[in-house]
């Protein structure tokens, strides 16, 4: 028979459950640090690390289930202050949350077989407890000998519990609900005082543990002056016989011994039949009432499913504009015949279906940012602490909804861009003082929609950004002439951080000084379609502001005429739409330029790219002001047709990989338009691949590419 954790489905709920699990523990043992000793804090992470050893024993886990045993132990001396949290403490948890996590993913891949070790883990959490091993005396030697002489004793411990029928039925529904019921024998030691108070004080820790149903002798019944040394309670818990025999050893105060055995409660099948149907009222019926509609509310759903929904309802839309483009040419050619003014109204009918069956699906792939931001406390977290600054994180805006798969790839620049404001950018403490600023520098970060875009803004109250020391490093690394550097304006300075092998950190670090960092933020926001801008003020700070599209699947285009030929810009890079005279247009070195507010603008004219000719005796011209991370542009078409809504096709293999298309989508007429690739036009620039120059011919060759939108008609 295969072992559960051999169920594919099995593996996906434990290694969803153990995530969510993960998270909660992390906020759980920042909160802990930040606050001290909450007991409300405490008793959530002691839940946390209960649930995932009880999820991972249920999968046969050995070593996720041992691991987070050894958490609770330490866990529970915090919560009954019989230990004190420390930065040794937290510490330690930290590092068990990261083994938890490499334990996660390495399940993933090879179910109970891992070779990750955590023998000195759980070492260092048992050296945090101060386990070390206990010396008995003859004393209680012999006394353990006593107890475990017969099991016949057992049977006798159990049978001094004279059960009450309330009593009964308490026992029974524990074990309904899968709890064990335990004898636990303590022998209180001699030399201590208050016999009675001690008992007392034995319950209440036993209480913790699970909770008492009696106790023989009744330790509430004992006079002030009780000698008594032996006392049996009779408790219902989650621990099994050894766990609560440990735990017990290890937190009762003057005990000499402790010695727990099962308790098996005689019950009929008729009495069990009756404590069944009255366990089904009260608390556990609604405890399994509540249970039922909380797992009625969500169900997990694969991805994958979620991507052909979000594929079929795009075929929807385009077929959905098709019957509406077709419709009004029936409307206007039949204007008087009532069956085309029944296809109209069915046509704004399905087309408001259609809209909202789009936005359903839409809001089914969307995420809250707070998913992404649950990251950032710890990072902020163990940075400042390696870099010893005092740093206030603030995030706002967590509930804010973006696509899944946008969310995962902007990860890792807003990583690097916290990184790099915590060490460019805060001071450390004795700096911040000197220039009397507040003593703890704060980063905020904060996502909200704007539009149909969502705006993400890193913001920190750090040194900013020294634009001379920019100037400098990049005439070292070449990455500009110093004459040119010279005639920079100061937004082209501060975008030169973006260039690759581009750093001002004077030494190698872990952090930084590689020269590495932001040109990878600068190739990520570029690959989603959205825009970077800068902010920043020397000895005030710096702020970095990241704009990106709600989604890649479907957006909001552009559609543009170049010469006879449709084509799609994305509306998340459109800046801005200028009309300006031709002869304002100039030429530096064969590449096109226009001043707009004074500032200066490359230039394309796709007609030459794309093999097509200009429009003739035109004063005036269309240009659309495009952006991509950093980098402005602007770019020539001779008719603007309006804003619609586009699926993005893929070209695919037929056609393959086309500087400056990013795919195509087919309009409400059948036809084709191609998607111009931001990125790729600001990379025609780079190259030089346009000619400039009026009049120039240039024979073309195999290498040339000439892209006609009825060309990848058969592609898509």
């Known amino acids: 028979m295969s072992s559960v954790y051999e169920s594919s489905e099995m593996i996906r709920a434990f290694l969803d459950e153990v995530e969510e699990q993960l998270q909660f523990l992390e906020e759980g043992i920042l909160e802990l640090e930040e606050t001290g000793e909450s007991q409300e804090v405490v008793q959530e992470i002691f839940r946390v690390a209960h649930t ?18 050894e958490m609770e132990n330490v866990l529970d001396k915090i919560r009954n202050n019989l230990l004190t949290v420390d930065r040794t403490i937290i510490n330690s948890l930290f590092k068990c949350l990261d083994c938890l996590r490499l334990l996660k993913d390495d399940f993933a891949q090879n179910k109970n077989s891992t070779k990750i070790d955590i023998s000195n883990l759980v070492e260092e959490l048992k050296g945090v407890l101060g386990i070390k091993p206990s010396k ?5 030697k012999s006394e353990e000998t006593e107890i475990k002489k017969t099991s016949g004793e057992d049977i006798l411990v159990q049978g001094m519990f004279n059960l009450v029928d309330k009593d009964k039925n308490i026992l029974e529904r524990a074990i309904l609900e899968g709890d064990n019921c335990i004898v636990c024998k303590v022998k209180i030691a001699e030399e201590s005082l208050m016999k009675a108070t001690r008992a007392c004080l034995i319950l209440n820790t036993l209480n913790e543990m699970g909770s008492v149903i009696a106790s023989r002798p009744n330790v509430f019944e004992l006079p002030d002056d009780s000698e008594v040394t032996l006392i049996n309670y009779l408790i219902t818990t989650d621990l099994d016989i050894k766990e609560l025999e440990s735990k017990a050893k290890d937190e009762l105060m003057d005990v000499e011994e402790v010695r727990a055995t099962p308790f098996k409660l005689d019950v009929s099948e008729k009495d069990r039949k009756v404590e069944v149907d009255n366990a089904e009222d009260g608390l556990s019926r609604s405890k399994v009432e509540h249970n039922e509609k909380r797992i009625s509310q969500t169900v997990r759903v694969d991805i994958e499913r979620l991507e052909q929904m979000m594929n079929l309802v795009g075929e929807m839309v385009i077929e959905q504009t098709r019957i509406a483009q077709v419709g009004s040419i029936l409307h206007n050619r039949y204007i008087k015949d009532s069956t085309v003014d029944d296809l109209m109204g069915i046509s704004n009918h399905v087309s408001r279906v ?15 940012v707070q998913q ?15 870099l010893g600054k005092e740093v206030e994180l603030i995030l706002e805006g967590g509930d804010t909804e973006m696509d899944r798969t946008i969310i995962e790839d902007i990860t890792d620049p807003l990583i690097h861009l916290v990184r790099n404001s915590l060490d460019h950018g805060i001071e450390t403490t004795e700096i911040r003082e000197g220039k009397g600023k507040p003593s703890k520098g704060f980063l905020k970060i904060r996502a909200f929609h704007q539009e149909n875009h969502v705006i993400i803004t890193i913001e920190d109250d750090g040194a900013g950004l020294d634009l001379e ?25 501060v975008n030169l951080i973006f260039e690759t092998g581009l750093s001002t950190a004077e030494n190698v670090s872990d952090v930084s000084g590689r020269g590495v960092g932001m040109d990878i933020v600068r190739n990520h926001i570029d690959k989603l379609n959205g825009m970077i801008y800068v902010e920043t003020k020397e000895g005030e700070g710096t702020k970095f502001t990241i704009k990106l599209p709600l989604t890649l699947a479907i957006l909001t285009g552009l559609l543009v005429k170049i010469h006879n030929e449709t084509y799609a810009l994305p509306m998340s890079n459109i800046v801005e739409i200028v009309r300006k005279p031709v002869s304002e247009i100039e030429s530096v070195k064969k590449q096109s330029i226009v001043i707009i507010r004074d500032k200066v603008l490359p230039l394309i004219w796709l007609h030459d790219y794309f093999k097509l000719p200009r429009m003739k005796s035109k004063k005036n011209i269309f ?25 993005v096709k893929p070209l695919g293999a037929y056609i393959g990989k086309v500087e400056g298309i990013s795919g195509a989508t087919i309009l409400g007429d059948g036809s084709v338009a191609c998607i111009l690739d931001v990125l790729g036009l600001s990379r025609i620039i780079n190259s030089k ?5 009026i009049g120039l011919k240039t024979e073309s060759n195999n290498n040339d590419t000439i892209i006609k939108n009825n060309e990848i008609t058969e592609a898509i």
């Open 372 to 386: 992404l931001f649950n990251r950032f406390p710890r990072v902020v977290r163990d940075l400042s602490q390696s």
């Open 52 to 69: 995932l050893k009880g999820s991972s024993s249920t999968m046969g886990y050995d070593k996720m289930k041992d691991l987070t045993h």
């Open 469 to 493: 020391k920019i100037k400098k490093s990049a005439i070292k690394k070449n990455v500009v002439s110093a004459q040119m550097a010279e005639t920079l304006s100061q937004s082209e300075v």
């Open 623 to 647: 240009i659309v002001i495009l952006g991509t991370a950093e980098k402005r542009f602007g770019v020539v078409v001779d008719k603007l047709i309006g804003n619609q809504e586009i699926v």
């Open 354 to 368: 259609v809209s909202e069956l789009q936005e359903s699906v839409m809001k089914a792939r969307m995420l809250p």
């Open 136 to 140: 008995k005396t003859a004393e209680s």
């Open 689 to 693: 691949v346009i000619r400039e120059n």
